[in-house]
């Protein structure tokens, strides 16, 4: 942990917050309806509802290591190092939907739109159709590093070392389509729309393919490695860290971001961005920092930013704001829970 330093004083609205000492590393925050979950290095979930006193449910023996919203509302999936994925409801049930051994499940993912779970298991996708028997697997040839489903849910990305797969889903199965690029992909996903998939690297720097005629994309530049990627905004932009700001990527239009420079935002003042998040339809992005701070930006070159909270010498791992854009919450590395208000920053 580092020293803590003035970089970004306590600010007024964090004086408003609801702090939650969990004693584990926070490595995933969602949020369903109106309710955040958070997953911890403890194997613990907890469930914050507004009006209610948190919930802690110990959902797995080791470490969480993805999390993600059910295909059906009111529940979410989470994968560990004890092999095992479990769903957990908003009422504090869990259950143990697969068990893989000695194989993480380092990522999961869930599709209202098509009723299809996904997890990742070493070199495998398994995909989990409403009403099949049995679920799909998918091989790759090396361990899965990302995995991520389109909007529609027809579609199933997971990047692997040499490039990302795309599995669409037909008539008989799922037809892989090969995107290659040299290296270790380490994460992945689609724009909302569905014309194009990012995938991150090793390396510092993200890659990328149109769809439909598999032209690529390579955004380079960055610092350090790119560990935080969403969706945000009416363009929409991809933002993502990696750099001591917000850096925020154009996909409007038939290209995309080709041959367009990032818009940036969210001056950290030398410190490194480690998680971004957002939603759609709203112009704003809310940035976390290594020191702890957390800066609201809206998607404009000439905005100012806005300090949420303070430098508290813990690097940010996770946030998620609510669709309404009334609550932030907060994770770091420290296991620290910070539950913002935003209504009082109106």
């Known amino acids: 942990m580092m020293s803590v330093s003035s970089l970004f004083p306590r600010t007024p609205i964090e004086e408003q917050a609801l702090l939650i000492e969990t004693g584990a590393p926070v490595t995933g925050i969602v ?3 109106d309710t955040f ?3 911890h290095g403890d194997g613990t979930l907890r469930i914050l509802r507004e009006g209610q006193p ?10 969480v290591l993805s999390l993600c919203v059910d ?3 009111g529940a979410v999936l989470s994968g560990g190092d004890d092999g095992q994925l479990i769903r957990t409801t908003l009422d504090g049930s869990s259950t143990c939907l697969a068990t893989f051994g000695r194989d993480w499940i380092d990522h999961v993912d869930a599709s209202r739109a098509s009723s299809v779970r996904a997890c990742s298991a070493g070199r495998q996708v398994h995909v989990w159709r409403q009403g099949a028997r049995a679920p799909d697997v998918l091989d790759h040839p090396s361990t899965v590093g990302g ?4 909007t529609r849910g027809r579609r199933i990305a997971a990047a692997h070392y040499g490039g990302v797969t795309v599995h669409e889903r037909g008539k008989r199965g799922y037809r892989p389509i090969k995107l290659a690029f040299q290296g270790s992909h380490l994460g992945v996903t689609f724009s909302p729309d569905g014309r194009f998939v990012i995938s991150s690297m090793q390396e510092n720097m993200l890659r990328g393919w149109r769809l439909a005629d598999r032209t690529d994309l390579r955004m380079a530049g960055y610092p350090s490695k790119v560990h935080s990627l969403r969706w945000v905004g009416t363009l929409p932009w991809l933002a993502t860290t990696g750099a001591g700001l917000a850096v925020c990527w154009p996909f409007d239009g038939r290209d995309g971001p080709m041959d367009r420079p990032p ?3 969210a001056e950290g003042r030398g410190q490194i961005a480690t998680s971004v998040t957002g939603i759609a339809g709203a112009d704003l992005v ?9 800066l609201f930006a809206e998607l404009c070159r000439d905005g100012d930013d806005y300090a949420v909270r303070g430098s508290t010498g813990s690097a940010v791992s996770a946030m998620q704001v609510s669709s309404d854009l009334r609550w932030l919450l907060v994770g770091d590395e420290a296991g620290l829970l910070c539950h913002i208000p935003l209504r009082a920053a109106r």
């Open 37 to 39: 979950i958070s997953s």
């Open 31 to 33: 949020t369903d309806t």
């Open 54 to 63: 948190p919930r802690t449910i110990q959902a797995h023996r080791g470490a």
């Open 263 to 265: 818009l940036t935002v």
């Open 71 to 73: 295909r059906e509302p």
């Open 147 to 150: 995995l991520a489903i389109d």
């Open 286 to 294: 809310f940035t976390g920092f290594e020191d702890g701070a957390v």
